[in-house]
């Protein structure tokens, strides 16, 4: 009877000891099935949170593109036609010798700044200081004997074909005298306008003939450039009309100009006419030889919206623009007007005061959630 009863008991344990050992098992399981699930969610959360298109619920700004926007103004645009010349000087000279000689001396060297009448060159003038004085001599010499033949000729002493040979002779040595004191003062060599040396083609000690070109002399203050537009805009021209005209080598800097002359003469082989521009030549900057451009402008629309190219995005033949509204970057196809190097006229419904993204709109698609981290200032256009 005790046996069985100790039977019973040992039984009891061992069940007791299998039941705990199954639900302990039972709970590892669902501990690690909820771990499992938590991985999970948080893979779905990650994922979620790298769609640029939607916003982190716990952060909201963590999801936004960042962007940099300019305000867009109003302004004055014009239609233009672009060409391209080699700048030429308007008042330009070559300086020559009167008179043969040597060169004594040099005063003036290229670049450097004439007046007119200012003394370039100097020839050895011995030679001609001679020659002066003799023609001197000779004509005080029949100055006095005109004079004696006036007396006699006031009392009817000499007759009047000899009075006026006398005095032909008188008049003729006069000359004679005025010309050698000419041919040294050309001696001097002097600059016929005011300007800068361009070159300077002799040397000291050097035999200068008349035919020898010694300078050149040019007034930078009065540059044109000479184009030659297609006949199709001969009707679009006239004198005075305005011009823009700049260098690639002198950056964000443009010289005003105007249409001085127009030739009536279309060239035949080319198709074109020619057009003398006038440049206001700003400080000198602009130099005879220098290659520019030339924008002739020949319409201006006033106080129009206008869209900086580096707000551009373009799509085969289209321009597009990303106008920020409620921190969402709106995509909007733009409708040009006129347009040059920096801006676009826009016609459609793009206002002024309105952001547009400058840096990190490419690529971009439409509705996209932004944050505006930088604002770049609107050098174009006015208020």
């Given amino acids: 009877m005790r046996q069985n009863i100790t039977f019973k008991i040992l039984i009891l344990i061992i069940t007791g000891i299998f039941v705990f050992s199954c639900s302990q098992g039972s709970g ?20 979620v949170k790298q769609d640029p298109g939607k916003a982190d619920p716990v952060n909201p700004d963590i999801n936004l593109i960042p962007v940099e926007v300019t305000t867009i103004k109003t302004g004055d645009i014009s239609d233009f036609i672009l060409l391209s010349s080699n700048l030429e000087t308007e008042v330009m000279a070559d300086v020559f010798s009167r008179v043969q000689g040597i060169v004594e001396g040099i005063y003036k060297e290229e670049g450097s700044y004439v007046k007119k009448g200012d003394v370039m060159l100097s020839l050895e003038a011995k030679e ?53 004191k000419l041919n040294l003062d050309y001696t001097k060599i002097k600059s016929p306008i005011t300007g800068r040396v361009g070159e300077r083609l002799t040397k000291q000690g050097a035999r200068i003939q008349p035919t020898d070109k010694l300078f050149s002399v040019v007034d930078n203050s009065q540059v044109i450039a000479v184009v030659y537009v297609p006949e199709k805009h001969l009707n679009k021209l006239e004198i005075g009309q305005k011009a823009i005209i700049y260098s690639e080598n002198l950056k964000d800097t443009h010289f005003k100009g105007w249409i001085k002359r127009i030739s009536p003469v279309v060239d035949p082989a080319s198709g074109t006419f020619k057009v003398t521009v006038g440049v206001e030549n700003t400080n000198n900057m602009l130099r005879p030889g220098m290659f520019v451009n030339v924008e002739i402008i020949t319409e201006t629309h006033n106080d129009v919206v206008l869209i900086p190219k580096t707000a551009i995005v373009y799509e085969n033949e289209y321009m597009n623009v990303y106008v920020v509204r409620d921190s969402i970057a709106r995509k909007i196809r733009l409708q040009p007007g006129f347009e040059d190097n920096q801006k676009v006229e826009s016609l459609n419904e793009i206002k002024s005061g309105e952001q547009v993204i400058v840096v990190g709109q490419s690529g971009m698609k439409d509705e996209t959630p932004v944050k505006i981290v930088s604002e770049r200032k609107n050098t174009i256009g006015i208020n």
Avoid: C
């Fill in 28 to 47: 590892e399981n669902e501990i690690k099935k909820q771990s499992t699930k938590d991985s999970s969610l948080t893979k779905t959360d990650s994922t």
């Fill in 128 to 180: 001609y200081e001679l020659a002066e004085e003799k023609a001197n001599v000779e004509y005080q010499q029949q100055l006095s004997n005109y004079k004696r033949l006036e007396a006699m000729h006031k009392k009817n002493l000499l007759s009047d074909d000899e009075f006026e040979k006398a005095k032909f002779t008188m008049e003729g040595a006069k000359i004679q005298w005025d010309e050698a």
